[in-house]
């Protein structure tokens, strides 16, 4: 675990105290070099001397990421999905693999194609029922994949309960935070093995970077064929890009904060809405996982919220469209808020619901957002 002494605030404000020891630069400078020259006894001047294995942007990054999630070890990937696959890559032939039904439907597909090749087996629970986790566990269990909140029902999932499940059948639990941004849970103290988020969304927070970080409770063997998948089959995010999350994070629990009040303030504006069904948001009392959330979700409760719409998909699809300060456009955890019609985006095979519009609520002034939904909604 790390030993950073200072709170998250401070460690993301300062990216760790990332200041450029021969310059004094605040900014550390980009290092672009793909190569790195040894000493005049042929030694590496650092750990790794050619890109595709890391470089000090890269290490920077990780560190920080590490530190705030109180992890041994951060790697960094090209995306999200690519750090997903690597980590499934580490599940032996034929392991079984537990996962939640509701979740990132790329890594759903990704379960699934993995077992169709017979690669692993898997087995997804009802993220809904509390005991299904535990029931869907078996001796040949290797992994057990959980989202929360799940993408894009927001069901809240006991993180300790997994990981005490997990590790009564010897499974490691993996948990996809990127919803949790680092500032509400911090998985690994709650037992899980491995975290991963998606750096695209909050912890990059303004839509200009792809990418992907997992996060280790500790370093074993497991990890060490992390670290070598990644250098032989992708590469780190690029030094460029670990700079635009190095500043991007400077200013994760503020945009955080922002977002989780916004995103609660029309969570309870629209919940007795004529024109809406059901407001999808842990942070609302009447949520099926708030009790979870209130115990697992100690800095707010994120941005991301999903209307039911009483409307069909066609109408669903239009609602989105009418909409003119949210922008009608996929992903999450950005500074602006997004909304999507979640089954158009996932395609037919999705168990989304028709009338479902997902948003990422961002950190605008909320009374622009709410009256932005309103005027959507008064067309349907
Ligand atoms: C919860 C979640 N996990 C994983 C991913 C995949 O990450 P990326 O798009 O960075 O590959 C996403 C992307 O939307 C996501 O929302």
Redesign the pocket.
Known sequence: MSNHTSRPETIAAHALRAIDAATGAVVPPIYLSTTYARDENYAPLLKENYVRSGSPNVWQAEDTIAALEKGAAALLFV????A?SILLETVPMGGHVVACNSM?Y??RNWLERLRDRSRITITLFDANDRNALAKSLTSKTDLVWI?TPT?PMWTVIDIEAAAKAAHNVGAILAV?A??LASVTTQPLTLGADIVFH????YLNGHSDV???VLIAREKNSRWDEIISIRSKTSSPLSPFECYLLMRGMRTLYVRYAQASANALAIARHFSNHPKVEKVLYPGLGTHEGHDIAKRQMTNGYGGMMSLLLKADYAASQKFCARLKVVTPAT??GGVESLAEHRKTVEGPTSLTPDNLVRFSIGIENVNDLVADIEQALSQL
């Open positions: 995306s999200g999905m690519s997903i990132y790329g890594t989202e993408n996809d990127t919803a998606s750096i695209t969304k792809l990418g992907g992903s999450l």
